[in-house]
């Protein structure tokens, strides 16, 4: 409650508000003292005082997993996670050298990266917004460096448009709004949007419209200084007798249309995709190892849950150690139960119905991502590009320059593919060297000299074919939502589901570290109530 | 109060991240790749990711990827459709991803060359489930 001799704090302030004017005027109060629509992240669970010898057994050492230990450990809990793979982290995972790939089916790829080098199949790019996983990643030393997003100068391909030749995103992006601005002016200017703008606002837009899209006196967007100043030049300024610059052509709308680059200029609009972003340096599994740094004594790897079952005093999980087959049991007061949904659908667990339907609701995407190592860096030396994507309408969807190293010589790994929905599959039900295969045969556009050339081993992960989760990221119809949301992530007795399926942030690593954070506050309130 | 919050938040969240999914995506636009109509060969390019080329499925026990080889709940000719359109556990819907047609004819190759059951599946029948579907199957 308010105390009378302080000032009101920012909660408190809050809650008045919200009692006064409702959601409503909570929300707005919120954004204006800066305080919404980012994150719902305020700062790591405050659990003190847990029960002594209190007990959580935790399955699954992901993200959401590896928190949720963290933060139980941290209140006084004790603590066990039990994890299938020989290593922690899940999904924040990199391929490196020598590390092996195995498929439902036994087909196995050995990495051939050279040391130092990385695929990151998983997640790869971190938004300025999530604040947890940033708070973490600095807690835990975790060292970012920025994940370039935007490139203006890759390129952006599509097989029925300029004759199959890629062309700079620039260029396409510049012409698109200023064909886009030309037709918008002539259309106010014509007093054919005089009924939808005032004499006003059609006189700033005109403004608008001519400063945007780099229109000449006429209303035209034409081959000119003025685009060359955004969309590059034919001969770039230089010095001396020869520095005047020369324009560069600008494509007709028609061909602008058909590379349907507004797919482009609009997705770097999303809220998850804005710069900027960040990437861990040296792999995202740094992020894992972090917190493993922490927590990994109570970690028991290579372990199988076969069974998990609850009454009102406790969890027992009976397990398998997948190296020597010894069978054995935990106990606890309380789950914390992380399994992806298309491995825990099928576990002996002992919850209800409403779980269960819910746990059973929940398909998981398919994504594919391949590493290509090149011999050198020939996308900076030769084409200027500096990170970021080129974009196809071929299954490979992208290809993806390293934000690490740049300006090194020797070897590196491009992202050769990144697919997901049609193309994910397509490429999932090829063997490891089809998908090496069509990943250079369709990467090649991009860079046709020196593709094949300079390529020297590659790494594909088909992630409906990872045994240890049989899909990427869950994927929730509005339908299934509305149904099953609150029973996928309510307590079944002692038993708490968390990941990134439990949570708004689908596939994202903040998902699965909120979702976390929310199991492990709902268990202390329960175990400080019992 | 608090839900109403919530659910604001969300309606933001989903408006902003331009459209309903807001995982990370490869950001490419539409692509032109294409499924044929031909049942053998979109199972070949689309069925065979998850239950492998010999339709046998495969994981360990407690991570499986079912059998559609000598699956006797294929003989019900509405079981596949059902799933197709509404998905299943781990397994998503392809409503999005394959017309009904093609639906018809990878179902009507699954129940014939993987199993014995020769009756077709056609258009029509995955026309008139898609309706209203019936709950899915357990």
Same mark, same amino acid.
């Given at each position: 409650m308010m105390s009378e001799m302080s000032p009101p704090t920012r909660r408190e302030l809050l809650t008045m508000i919200g009692n006064a004017g409702g959601a409503a005027a909570m929300y707005q109060a919120m954004s204006a003292m800066g305080?919404?629509? +980012?994150?719902?992240?305020?700062?790591?669970?405050?659990? &003190?005082?847990?029960?002594?010898g209190a007990s959580v057994l935790v399955l699954g050492a992901g993200l959401a997993g590896l928190v949720a230990a963290f933060e139980l450990a941290k209140a006084g809990y004790k603590v066990q996670v039990l994890e299938?793979?020989?290593?922690?982290g899940g999904r924040n995972y990199s391929i490196r050298g020598g590390d092996k790939v195995v498929e439902v089916g036994g087909a196995s790829q050995t990495v051939g990266f050279a040391p130092g080098n990385y695929l990151?199949?998983?997640?790869?790019r971190i938004p300025h917004h999530h604040r947890t996983l940033l708070h973490y990643c600095k807690a835990f030393g975790v060292e970012l460096e920025p994940? %370039?997003?935007?490139?203006?100068?890759a390129f952006v391909h599509r097989s029925?448009?300029?004759?199959?030749k890629p062309q700079r995103y620039k260029e396409l992006a510049v012409d698109f709004k200023g064909h886009v601005s030309e037709l918008l002016s002539k259309s106010l200017n014509a007093g054919q949007l005089d009924t939808s703008v005032t004499k006003e606002d059609k006189e700033k837009l005109l403004q608008a419209m001519r400063d945007w899209g780099l229109?000449?006196?006429?209303?035209d967007y034409t081959t000119s200084m003025l685009a060359s100043g955004q969309r590059g030049y034919d001969q770039a300024p230089g010095g001396g007798i020869k520095g005047a610059p020369t324009p560069s052509k600008i494509n007709s709308l028609t061909d602008v249309l058909s590379s349907e680059v507004w797919t482009q200029m609009s997705f770097y609009f999303n809220y998850v995709m804005q710069t900027t972003m960040f990437q861990p340096k040296g792999g995202m599994d740094m992020i894992g190892k972090g917190f493993y740094r922490e927590v990994g004594k109570m970690v028991r790897l290579n372990t199988k849950v076969i069974k998990l079952a609850q009454d009102d005093k406790g969890v027992t999980a009976d397990w398998q150690d997948?190296?020597? @087959?010894q069978m054995g049991e935990s106990k606890a007061d309380y789950c914390v139960c992380t399994i992806p949904l298309p491995v825990l659908s099928q576990l002996d667990m002992q919850v209800g119905p409403k779980l269960k339907a819910a746990m059973r609701a929940v398909p998981y995407s398919s994504q594919v991502k391949i590493g290509l190592e090149m011999k050198s860096r020939f996308w900076e +030396?030769?084409?200027? %590009?500096?990170g970021g994507h080129s974009f196809t309408n071929?299954?490979?969807s992208l290809i993806s320059y390293p934000?690490?190293?740049?300006?090194?010589d020797g070897p590196a790994v491009l992202v050769g593919a990144y697919a997901n929905g049609l193309p994910g599959l397509q490429l999932t039900a090829m063997t490891h060297d089809q998908r090496i295969e069509a990943a250079l045969a369709q990467g090649s556009v991009f860079h046709p000299a020196e593709y094949r050339r300079e390529f020297s081993n590659g790494a594909s992960v088909a992630w409906p074919r990872?045994?240890? %989760?049989? @899909?990427?990221t869950s994927r929730w119809s509005d339908e299934a939502r509305a149904e099953h949301y609150q029973n996928l992530v309510a307590f079944d007795g002692r038993i708490a589901l968390a990941g990134e399926?439990? &949570?708004? %942030?689908?596939?994202?690593m903040e998902g699965s570290l909120l979702s976390g954070i929310d199991a492990v506050k709902r268990l202390h309130m329960m175990a400080s109530a019992a | 109060m608090k839900p109403a919050l919530v659910l604001t938040g969300a309606a933001l969240f989903a408006a902003a991240s331009g459209g309903a999914n807001a995982q990370d995506?490869?950001?490419?636009?539409?692509?032109?790749?294409q499924v044929s109509d031909e049942g053998k060969e979109i199972f070949e390019q689309v069925?065979?990711?998850?239950?492998m080329a010999d339709a046998k499925g495969g994981g360990e026990p407690g991570a499986r990827i079912p059998?559609?080889?000598?699956?006797?709940?294929?003989?019900?000719?509405?079981y596949g459709v059902i799933i197709l359109l509404k998905g299943r556990g781990g397994m998503p819907w392809f409503t999005d991803l394959l017309t009904q047609a093609q639906m018809a004819a990878v179902l009507t190759y699954v129940r014939s060359h993987?199993?014995?059951?020769p009756d077709p599946i056609t258009e029509a029948d995955v026309k008139k489930l898609a309706v209203n579907p019936p709950p899915i199957p357990d």
């Open positions: 305080h919404a629509a +980012e994150t719902q992240f305020t700062g790591p669970p405050n659990l &003190s005082g847990a029960r002594r299938y793979q020989d290593r922690p990151n199949p998983g997640p790869w994940f %370039i997003q935007l490139n203006h100068d029925g448009a300029f004759g199959g229109l000449d006196g006429n209303l997948l190296k020597t @087959g +030396e030769k084409y200027s %590009i500096y071929q299954a490979i934000n690490n190293n740049m300006f090194k990872l045994p240890w %989760i049989l @899909g990427c399926h439990a &949570s708004y %942030i689908g596939g994202w | 995506a490869p950001g490419a636009g539409p692509g032109n790749v069925c065979q990711a998850c239950h059998a559609l080889a000598n699956n006797p709940r294929l003989q019900e000719p509405n993987f199993n014995n059951y």
